[in-house]
């Protein structure tokens, strides 16, 4: 699943690099004298100036990277910035949708770790992958996301499990919406919004 040119020009391609202590960097505040990786293939990035001044982050040598070709790849590392920011107290609230449903709020307390790209077994000769697993502070799954054009012809109930259009998420990656049309038992953590207060959160940063 290709990357629409308005989501490259909304994430500009490699949306964040990781410094050599791991941290998640956005290009803007990218500093000349710091070498950087991408998140996806770990390949050198460089920081790069377009003509109009925009500020991004190019792999040093084109290779096979995921993160500029395919939707769920950019969606996956848009919305795991956008939690980490929302469990470091800095971003807006991600929320989660359900068909015909209230909305719901991912609550950061509840959140210990969050993994990218987590295999998990549905039987005994097969396992899926999570783009991102959100884990306790236990490190019990909490709720494995996954991005996919349509959902599964049947449904995952090994796992609380979550499929999401990557489409709708590079769209808006505060609200989530579930590919289910099925009204879900939900992950006891996921706690209902009160509409009254739905009001003033921001759509974008
Ligand atoms: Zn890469």
């Not at 710091?34 to 998140?39: F, N």
């Not at 971003?91 to 991912?106: A, M, N, S, T």
């Not at 306790?136 to 996954?146: H, M, S, T």
Request: hydrophobic content about 35%.
């Amino acid at each position: 699943m290709k990357i629409k040119s308005k989501f490259r020009a909304k994430y500009k391609t490699v949306p964040y690099a990781l410094d050599s202590k791991n941290r998640m960097i956005p290009p803007e505040k990218a500093s000349k004298h710091e070498s950087y990786r991408c998140p996806q293939c770990k390949k050198t990035v460089i920081v790069r100036k377009s003509k109009l001044k925009n500020i991004y982050f190019a792999h040093y040598r084109r290779g096979n990277c995921s993160i500029d070709r395919s939707a769920p790849t950019l969606a996956k590392h848009i919305l795991y910035q956008k939690l980490q920011e929302w469990l470091s107290g800095k971003g807006p609230p991600i929320e989660v949708k359900f068909f015909l449903d209230r909305r719901y709020v991912i609550p950061p307390q509840e959140i210990g770790t969050i993994k990218l790209d987590h295999q998990v077994l549905i039987s005994s000769a097969k396992s899926i992958t999570a783009h991102l697993a959100l884990f306790d502070n236990w490190n019990q799954l909490l709720v494995g996301i996954e991005f996919r054009p349509k959902k599964r012809a049947k449904s995952i109930n090994q796992y609380p499990w979550l499929e999401i259009d990557p489409e709708e998420c590079l769209e808006n990656p505060y609200l989530l919406a579930s590919l289910s049309t099925q009204k879900e038992e939900l992950p006891f953590f996921m706690r209902p919004i009160q509409l009254s207060l739905n009001l003033d959160i921001p759509k974008e940063e």
